[in-house]
């Protein structure tokens, strides 16, 4: 359809759409209004003719500036491509945005300008506009990026690609007059298979976000993170397909305080000092600095003044950027009543999903991202707010299987080389026999505790007591030579130094069918492993004969099962 049935030009210099889908270019808009301009006499709807101040000028055939009174509306720059427009006098400008690349399947493209999605979750360009397959051109259009004399967030755009099932992807670029590209390029996600809708149900997929600290366990000690993901019963890559399914493209989700569809992670670190007496930064809320070219905003994502430490006198903020540019040294940083100066500011880089990459078994985590310790494998790898990497210890599980709850008690402990209970594990290497006593000190043959040592409750010592029995202790948390437990009298109960400890892996009356075991795993190690149910009032009439086996505690963990042998 010819562009005289789609525009028309109103006699106060109104330039508008009237009808039809078609769209043109900024040259096709100019090269009409002086076609009108060249008329004799205004005719039908085009109230415009020789008479008429000059309506429009070309600079290039991308370059077009419309000249007072003469304008489009946001309506009419929807059906316009291929380079930029000026109106009034600069104080509007409309720039022009080629998108190019290849997308996977049929992707919605959206334009993040001012921390707000440009035209909402179902754009006017939908899959894809002014298309050109064969220069890989995925959209053509034009962007406000100035409006009532001033820049839009400085004429800065981010394009993304967040579609269910691909991958992500993002292009930030400063837009201006004529076209201006970004690139996007974006494949099938073979580690997003689940429908939306089941992943919708995996609510219990959860975030502590802030500044924490996390110890996986690995000899590195605590460790700092602006979020603490807990996958609950779901795979790592069920955690990453949650992760893609809060910040997807038309998402309803929050995370930060923020729409998911903005959120992208820490994008710069920023150092500060001279804070206000009694005031700190509050995690979620927006930082502000600068004035003009210098302004800019951030969402607080972590802030190293936990409320236990208020008042420090210098500290790190962990923002992700919002608006205009990044803060620089020596610069008033505000939020709420809150001021202080920056320090120095590191920029971070940012993974396409915040969370990280999945390799569809383990979890390559994006920068500051922290994970329950209990839910990553030795296959893991997260990065703390210090950017260095952090390697989860092989976490494996023993289970004990073939049980009857409420009658069985389990023993699992070392084995001894010949199949049989390892009592000589450790040795005492202090005298116990007052009350009142919280630790138990011990020595090895490798000098130190076993490196497999449980650290989670449930696993108890076995003491020699100088009567010859051996003692059931529950300890809490153990380190170099020593076990901490809960207090413990012994007096009436003496275990001299040089008696016998060793482990009860699992060491407990079974309230289930299967007893299990977590550790981190050293090396492989022979476990002894001892069932028994002999009857009795309290436990029903089904004895079975004592079971003892050996299993193996492997690099995946280990199995045994008890073999019901009746004992009557």
């Keep these: 359809m010819a562009i005289?049935?789609?525009?028309q030009v109103a006699v106060n210099g109104d330039i508008r759409h009237y009808s039809g889908t078609a769209t043109y270019t900024v040259l096709e808009l100019h090269r009409y209004l002086q076609d009108l301009a060249d008329q004799a006499a205004a005719s039908g709807d085009d109230l415009l003719d020789i008479t008429s101040v000059n309506p429009s000028e070309r600079s290039t055939d991308n370059i077009i500036t419309l000249n007072s009174p003469y304008n489009i509306d946001d309506v009419l720059a929807e059906y316009l491509y291929d380079g930029s427009i000026t109106q009034g006098g600069g104080d509007t400008v409309y720039s022009g945005l080629v998108v190019v690349g290849s997308v996977y399947g049929t992707t919605t493209l959206q334009i993040v300008q001012n921390n707000v999605l440009?035209?909402?979750?179902?754009p006017f360009w939908g899959t894809g506009i002014n298309t050109d397959p064969a220069n890989n051109i995925l959209c053509r259009m034009i962007v406000k990026t100035r409006a009532t004399g001033a820049d839009v967030d400085g004429?800065?755009?981010r394009i993304s690609a967040r579609e269910w099932s691909e991958t992500y992807a993002e292009f930030s670029v400063t837009m201006g007059l004529g076209n201006s590209v970004a690139a996007i390029f974006t494949n099938n996600d073979?580690?997003?298979t689940t429908t939306s809708g089941v992943v919708a149900t995996w609510t219990t997929i959860t975030n502590v976000e802030g500044w924490?600290?996390?110890?996986?366990n690995n000899g590195d000690g605590p460790q700092p993170y602006y979020s603490q993901w807990n996958r609950a019963t779901y795979t790592i890559n069920q955690?990453?397909?949650?992760?893609?399914?809060?910040?997807?493209r038309g998402t309803a989700a929050t995370i930060h305080g923020i729409d998911g569809e903005l959120f992208r992670g820490v994008t710069h670190q920023v150092a500060w000092n001279t804070q206000d007496t009694g005031e700190f930064f509050v995690e979620n809320n927006t930082l502000t600095w600068g004035t003009g070219a210098t302004a800019g905003t951030g969402l607080i994502l972590a802030d190293t003044e936990e409320s236990a430490n208020q008042g420090e006198d210098s500290g790190t903020c962990y923002i992700q950027l919002l608006t205009g540019v990044a803060p620089t040294a020596a610069m008033t940083i505000t939020e709420g009543a809150c001021v202080a100066t920056s320090g120095t500011v590191t920029s971070r880089s940012l993974s396409p999903v915040f969370i990280g990459v999945s390799t569809g078994t383990a979890l390559i985590g994006a920068y500051g991202i922290g994970v329950e310790a209990l839910d990553l494998s030795a296959s893991d790898i997260v990065f703390d707010l210090s950017n260095t990497p952090r390697y989860p210890p092989n976490t494996v599980t023993f289970t004990v299987g073939g049980l009857v709850s409420g009658e069985d008690y389990v023993l699992v402990t070392p084995e001894d080389g010949s199949g049989g209970l390892y009592y000589s594990q450790m040795?005492?290497?202090?005298?116990?026999?007052?009350?009142?006593l919280t630790q138990i000190y011990v020595t090895s043959l490798s000098g130190n505790i076993p490196p497999d040592t449980p650290t989670i409750s449930g696993s108890a010592l076995r003491v020699k007591l100088d009567t010859g029995v051996y003692r059931r202790i529950q300890y809490n948390l153990w380190s170099g030579l020593v076990f901490d437990t809960e207090y413990v009298d012994w007096s009436g109960y003496i275990a001299s130094s040089g008696n016998n400890v060793f482990l009860g892996y699992i060491d407990r009356a079974a309230d289930d069918t299967t007893e299990s075991f977590q550790t981190k795993f050293a090396t492989a190690r022979t476990l002894f492993i001892r069932v028994r149910d002999g009857g009795g009032a309290t436990k029903g009439d089904t004895p079975i004969k004592s079971f003892e086996t050996v299993g193996t505690l492997g690099t995946a963990g280990g199995t045994a099962t008890a073999i019901r042998t009746p004992d009557a």
Excluded: F, P, W
Excluded at 241 to 247: C, N, P, V
């Design 4 to 7: 005289e049935n789609d525009i």
């Design 118 to 122: 440009y035209d909402g979750d179902t």
């Design 155 to 157: 004429k800065r755009i």
């Design 190 to 192: 073979l580690n997003n």
């Design 212 to 216: 924490q600290t996390i110890d996986l």
């Design 239 to 248: 955690l990453y397909e949650r992760a893609k399914y809060i910040t997807r």
């Design 427 to 436: 040795t005492l290497t202090s005298t116990l026999e007052t009350s009142g």
